[in-house]
């Protein structure tokens, strides 16, 4: 008897190219149909069966309040009743730039896109047009959403079906991206010795959330910083995933770097498509209609979607609540490695603010290598499990997880059962 997850699978292949919109849905890399939701409230998802899942994709990071927040669903609904799109300036999005100016002071102005991948293009362009150079660096298993000059070494799912240097790229577009591992200052060093003068900007995840989860060594970051000031070329922190999730200031205020420009995405539209750049505004003021830049969008600054992401960030400006948040994800990550532990099985986690990375190896990886050393079979086995305890992860040993704020204490207790059942089955 053919589930109906599977069933569903099934006829999406036939009019939709792997059966998904965005190929890490397609639980290729863990095997099985992927499961077809119908609701989700809180820190639960309900799929096409009526199972029950503790939710830790959330949506791939946006759900910083879990799903369908009251406040958040009955803004959308009040605002949608007024118009779903103009295509033409409204007041919501000024209060939204200045929110976010606000909250990362790194952020002089600020445009806004309807995706994190339109973001990072248009912060590389952005990069180039002002400096006048035509190369890029970034680091081997960080992902920057799918732009031409980004699919190069890229993570996320171009790593998790083995083809992070996409085909369809020019390699004359491609040789402009330089690649180097990540948390690796002498390369950095030596790169910059030589090239400089051609680099325009250097792009990295400041805690790379996308070849699983990999902290910065702030050695790192701090000497990225400097190198870039020293040589004119601009540093592009991309926050798509880390913004508002690891700190209300993001990655770049834990750290104590203010990078030229800084990319946006997830949390910025609390579940619905918005994603931002910002930065210096004397860098901001080479865009189209000010400078020679181009960049727009018909629905960028969307009403609907500004305002989900207005009520996500004064739900996430409550006192103390990344403290909390931070709290409970990393008491449910030491839960797993603790349980992995105890049954034998070399496992490893990290966890900032509501992000966390868990690893089939012993210690934490520092860059794309050692992510690639973790064991991929377990992580299968693993994951089937938790998913059959109730339990939905993300579909791939190269992706972070995510907690809300609504995961409480009945979840945590709940997760950490199923860890238990699932390690002592593996062993
Ligand atoms: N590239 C996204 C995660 N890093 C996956 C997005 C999706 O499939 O929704």
Redesign the pocket.
């Given at each position: 008897m053919t589930s109906l997850n599977q069933q569903l699978f099934e006829r999406a292949q036939i009019r939709i190219p792997g059966g998904?919109n965005?190929?890490?849905?397609a639980f290729r890399a863990v095997g099985g149909a992927p499961r077809f939701f119908t609701l989700g409230a809180g820190p639960r998802v309900w799929d096409v069966e009526g199972r029950e899942y503790i939710d830790y994709v959330c949506?791939?990071g946006p759900l910083l309040h879990g799903h369908a927040h009251p406040k958040i669903v009955s803004a959308v609904q009040a605002v949608a009743e007024k118009g779903l799109s103009f295509g033409a300036p409204t007041e919501l999005e000024i209060e939204l730039a200045e929110r976010v100016c606000a909250l990362m002071p790194a952020l002089e102005q600020i445009r806004l896109t309807s995706s994190g991948t339109e973001a990072t293009m248009s912060a590389i362009r952005l990069a180039r047009g002002f400096t006048g150079r035509p190369n890029i660096v970034k680091f081997d298993g960080c992902?920057h959403g799918h732009g031409d000059s980004l699919l190069v070494k890229a993570g996320?799912?171009a790593l998790t079906f083995g083809q992070p240097d996409s085909s369809g790229v020019p390699a004359d577009l491609a040789a402009h991206t330089l690649v180097l591992p990540y948390n690796d200052v002498e390369a950095l060093e030596t790169l910059f010795a030589r090239e400089a003068a051609h680099i325009a900007a250097v792009i990295v995840e400041p805690v790379a959330?996308?070849m699983n989860m990999v902290l910065p060594r702030p050695a790192f970051l701090k000497r990225l910083r400097e190198l870039t000031q020293t040589h004119g070329s601009l540093l592009i922190f991309d926050e798509v995933?880390t913004g508002f999730r690891v700190a209300l200031g993001g990655a770049q205020s834990l750290y104590g770097i203010t990078p030229d420009l800084t990319t946006l995405g997830k949390v910025i539209g609390g579940g619905m498509p918005l994603a931002a750049f910002g930065g210096r505004r004397d860098i901001m003021q080479h865009l189209a209609p000010l400078g020679p830049v181009y960049q727009a969008g018909t629905l960028s600054g969307n009403p609907v979607a500004v305002t989900a992401g207005l009520v996500n960030l004064e739900l996430a400006m409550e006192p103390g609540l990344y403290e909390r948040l931070g709290e409970m994800t990393r008491v449910m990550t030491e839960g797993l490695v603790q349980i992995g532990r105890h049954h034998g099985f070399p496992v490893s986690a990290c966890a900032l603010g509501g992000m966390f990375g868990f690893y089939f190896r012993d210690t934490l990886p520092t860059h794309l290598h050692e992510v690639l050393s973790a064991d991929k079979e377990r992580f299968k086995q693993f994951f089937h499990g938790m998913l059959a305890q109730g339990i939905y992860m993300a579909p791939s040993a190269f992706?972070a997880g995510f907690v809300s704020t609504v995961h409480g204490t009945a979840e945590l207790e709940k997760t950490l059962e199923a860890a238990e059942t699932v390690f002592s089955t593996l062993a």
């Open positions: 998904v965005s190929p890490v849905r949506s791939w992902y996320s799912g959330g996308n995933m992706e």
